[in-house]
């Protein structure tokens, strides 16, 4: 038993050092990082002014979130060096009234980014002319709340297409049009953390947008392009809650539109890799490394708002 013992106590030492130390350099890592991502972007934004037109590209721009990011960033151009923000969504009514709402050059471009012609067409208008794309945020995304029988496949595909493939495809369409200095900010959520039955194909495409987003910060470094990734936990005002489970849902520390883009923006600006702009997301990230997959998964799955029947 005292064997046992022994063995027990220096197991929990052994493996909470090893934790200890691996999150310590994590940390150190990721500041290095960023005072490098910084210093390159200040040195290329500097020597890069010319005729280009500076831009700012936002999907999923006609409602919720990415309507806020496009508020928020008409209310501070100078502060991203940006003199025309592209909005992108299916919706033109409300693309174009957002436009309006502004008071800065806006451009709505109403297209449903799914189908491949829609990225054809944002390439060949970024032909037209020399622009700079200073900021691209890849909001645009759905969620379905469900077990994979019941969203059925057509739904689970458009999950895909949506969050993953649409994300790469602006990035790659952009991308050649983007200098030292820019940003690139994919919203990904609370749920790329683990996997949650019951939102499961949402969680893994979130977790792709993620870890693909960590992956591409390091490639752009060399550049001065930095990648941050938005992981919000719920946000009460916007459409999803109500596509995704059938109901209108206020759940426990949910957040604001407003209070999602005020404190992701900040690490917008701040070149950081990672914004978890609630309470909930935070500690999903620090604790959730800590514990074994299955009872993470379980807890996020009591959290999940269940679709209504
Ligand atoms: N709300 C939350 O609780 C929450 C939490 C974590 C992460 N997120 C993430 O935050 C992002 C924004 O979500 P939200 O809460 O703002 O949702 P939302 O209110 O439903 O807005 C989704 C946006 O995406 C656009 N969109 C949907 N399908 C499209 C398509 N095929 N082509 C072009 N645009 C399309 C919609 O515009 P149209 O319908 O006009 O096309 C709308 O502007 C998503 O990526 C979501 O996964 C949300």
Redo the contacts with the bound molecule.
């Keep these: 038993m005292a064997i046992l013992k022994e063995i027990y106590s220096r197991c929990v030492s052994i493996s909470g050092n090893i934790y200890f130390f691996m999150g310590l350099l994590g940390i150190i890592l990721s500041i290095a990082g960023n005072i490098l991502i910084r210093k390159r972007a200040d040195k290329r934004s500097v020597t890069l002014r010319d005729s280009a037109r500076r831009i700012a590209v936002v ?10 990011y496009v508020r928020a960033i008409a209310r501070q151009m100078d502060a991203f060096d940006i003199q025309e923000l592209w909005i ?4 033109r009514d ?2 174009v009234a957002l436009a309006r709402e502004t008071g800065v050059p806006c451009l709505p471009i ?6 491949g012609r ?1 990225i054809e067409v944002i390439r060949e208008m970024l032909s037209t002319r020399d622009y700079d794309v200073r900021l691209l945020i ?6 379905n709340s469900g077990t994979s029988e019941q969203i059925g496949n057509r739904g689970e595909q ?1 999950e895909i297409v ?2 993953d493939s ?1 994300t790469v495809a602006m990035v790659q369409t952009l991308l050649p049009f983007m200098r030292g200095g820019s940003r690139i900010v994919n ?5 790329a953390f683990q996997s949650i039955p019951g939102f499961n194909v ?1 969680a893994a495409s ?1 977790a792709f947008v993620l870890s693909y987003s960590r992956g591409l910060r390091s490639e752009l470094a060399s550049r001065g392009i930095s990648v941050t990734a ?7 005002d ?7 489970t059938g109901e209108k849902a206020a759940p426990f520390l ?1 957040k604001t ?1 407003d209070q999602v883009v005020r404190t992701s923006l900040r690490a917008i600006k701040g070149r950081r890799r990672l914004s978890t702009p609630s309470i909930a997301s935070f500690l999903d990230l620090i604790i959730g490394p800590l514990l074994p997959d299955i009872v993470l998964s379980r807890i996020a799955a009591a959290f999940n708002l269940k679709r209504k029947k």
């Design positions: 999907t999923g721009a006609s409602r919720g979130l990415g309507c806020g992108i969504a299916r919706n409300k693309l109403p297209v449903d980014l799914t189908s829609s890849n909001c645009a995304g759905i969620g458009m949506l969050n649409v919203i990904a959520s609370i749920a949402y979130k938005v992981c919000p936990y719920w946000i009460r916007t459409g999803f809650i109500e596509h995704a949910s539109t």
